[in-house]
């Protein structure tokens, strides 16, 4: 390992979780900030201007709430971190790289809703940050870097959760392609999967 | 209730209070962004400009002191409170939620100030902040999460005013359809109405 | 005093603190925003184009500069308060408000460096920074919230050199009508006369 | 020293880095906004609207890169960091601001990329945070602000890392004026050396 990482030994988990949560706050919050009605010079576009709103609404309102259950995860994981070091780091702002997409992609999917290659760049930006969350988990996982006490059960359990999430966002991009309302409604589900009573997500995942 | 939603008994309270407090503070410095005056080409605009401004300026100003006004219920509410559970969290996020559609309202009727539909989408977006908190506040008492020693008739009291403001903003949506000009006035009662000295809220209320 | 205020006595000083770093990280970063140059269709416009940007990139680093001496007097002041209560949680939402002003001044006097309006308006929004600082500052020690051990002194000093600032500011407001120039030269020298040594402001200020 | 300076001894090192984290936090995440892909009228465009995008994305994740290491480095010298004072704030709010002007340059050059003015600015602005940390550092360590226990040794190894970046923006800068692809390579070698392995660091820098 180079030397610089080998010195990010001393990163408190504290201030990776400050500044993680710093950037998720703000990413969620500005993406709220392409929803704007300008002054509108005849009342009648009024409703015009609100049902083009609604795409954009919706999809702002998904990856909020995407972003929202990352923002769990993420601190369920860094809760059970004994240790950190500098690969973790990295991982972890690899993670915060690809969260930093989510406008854009929202955005994109938002002013464009029936343009496949938007569900397939939304697709994208998801699985990649499912991916990058993995990559971290991983790396925790098999560094040995956590509290004793979690049982290799629930390892497995959010290992599959999140396995299956990668998958439906890979098959959300590609069903794009051929209609966007099936990728529409994997965008709805995956959010909603992690609602639904444990047994159903054990089955599912298995 | 989901292994996912059962497993966030962990997340410290101040964890939460970091984030409500950074995505406050976002949001309410990022609505001020759309107060803005490019480069003007004739002297004489000035003024025009300026004048354009001004219900901008007003409904920026309203915003802000009503987000707030949340703010500092959201502390007091939190200070109270001894345990988090995952739903809490959840009913969070959704107050978050709404909070972040506040630019957009503010926006809105800033742009558009005659206007009664945007009268009413303010009014609305309002109304569901005050509507999620009171879903917060309820879970948080039923649920006895908070410290011994708050009294049933102060829960009463704040209760009651977040029921009179919710009720409010309601009424404000609904009488913008007929006058904007009462629902500006409704707008501006409801912070009115928090600063009030207590005699008179409880009269209200009742 | 009504109920609302009166119940935020339990607001913890660092929370106040976290929620104005907050505010103002945001402020000094997002009114960056303003700057930039789009992609150019003609390499000759690049000079021109970098021309303009001039008069805004010194108003930035000026509105910048002024920001962060706020801020360190912030946390100076916020150092030495032992108890806060609601009044002074609202003195500084207050002064926030003010602050939050500043991107839209910068960004008016940027863009129109030679109007005289805009070095009025942007002299009106620093001398309301001023002043509501002062606000903040007189409550604090009429309310004797401090630590014991600051001098009369001390105190004196540093209310004398805000009084000195917020008269500098309404006289670069008035000054702008007759010539820009002289404003522009008061907004310069109002954040240097922070940092020369103490016997000049000393003699100055009386 | 002037009074205003002087009374900065009490900022403790911890509120200096939340502030610093909230600035970057917000500079790295607001740089994404520019990446925008609104309305499009014709199916068509979709392809064209990417490919216009792909030198923005570049330069983005460049950025994004550049700023975390920056990041890194400034968590580990505020990690060494035993006392603070006044002048130590001041280098470190000059070097806050040029690291917010990392979106500036970043625009401009995603927008231009082949523009050398473009590949110049971006130059100088990082040129310009490597000499600010750079000047940050060097206080530190005259002033002996430092714990005991750095060794000498390493002192060396990372001032000489950071002159061999200052040196390289600086190459780069000036190259962009001949050929802006020896310039894109410098800015992708810079931070790709923060990798390389210690012994080949340890023989270019001296």
Same mark, same amino acid.
């Given at each position: 390992?180079?030397?610089?990482?080998?010195?990010?030994?001393?990163?408190?988990?504290?201030?990776? #979780?400050? *500044?993680?949560?710093?950037?998720?706050?703000?990413?969620?919050?500005?993406?709220?900030?392409?929803?704007?009605?300008?002054?509108?010079?005849?009342?009648?576009?009024?409703?015009? #201007?609100?049902?083009?709103?609604?795409?954009?609404?919706?999809?702002?309102? !998904?990856?909020? *709430?995407? *972003?929202?259950?990352?923002?769990?995860?993420? /601190?369920?994981?860094? /809760?059970?971190?004994?240790?950190?070091?500098?690969?973790?780091?990295?991982?972890?702002? /690899? !993670?915060?790289?690809?969260?930093?997409?989510?406008?854009?992609?929202?955005?994109?999917?938002?002013?464009?809703?029936? !343009?496949?290659?938007?569900?397939?760049?939304?697709?994208?930006?998801?699985?990649?940050?499912?991916?990058?969350?993995? *990559?971290? +988990?991983?790396?925790?996982? #098999?560094?040995?870097?956590?509290?004793?006490?979690?049982?290799?059960?629930?390892?497995? +359990?959010?290992?599959?959760?999140? +396995? !299956?999430?990668?998958?439906? &966002?890979?098959?959300?991009?590609?069903?794009?392609?051929?209609?966007? &309302?099936?990728?529409?409604?994997?965008?709805?589900?995956?959010?909603?999967?992690?609602?639904?009573?444990?047994?159903?997500? /054990?089955?599912?995942?298995?």
């Amino acid at each position: 390992m180079d030397t610089f990482t080998e010195n990010m030994k001393s990163i408190p988990t504290n201030r990776i #979780e400050a *500044l993680s949560d710093g950037v998720i706050a703000i990413i969620i919050t500005v993406m709220i900030f392409d929803l704007k009605i300008q002054s509108l010079t005849k009342e009648e576009m009024v409703w015009e #201007e609100l049902m083009m709103l609604t795409p954009k609404f919706v999809s702002y309102a !998904l990856s909020f *709430l995407s *972003l929202s259950i990352m923002w769990v995860n993420h /601190h369920q994981l860094f /809760h059970q971190i004994r240790n950190t070091d500098g690969r973790l780091l990295w991982y972890n702002i /690899h !993670l915060l790289f690809w969260m930093s997409m989510v406008p854009f992609g929202t955005n994109f999917i938002g002013s464009n809703p029936f !343009l496949w290659q938007a569900s397939l760049v939304y697709g994208i930006i998801f699985f990649m940050n499912a991916q990058s969350f993995t *990559l971290l +988990r991983k790396y925790v996982v #098999e560094k040995e870097l956590l509290y004793e006490g979690i049982s290799r059960k629930a390892h497995l +359990r959010i290992r599959n959760k999140n +396995r !299956l999430a990668q998958g439906l &966002y890979l098959l959300a991009g590609i069903s794009a392609v051929f209609s966007v &309302y099936i990728s529409f409604m994997i965008f709805v589900i995956i959010p909603a999967m992690y609602f639904t009573p444990e047994k159903i997500i /054990h089955q599912t995942a298995e």
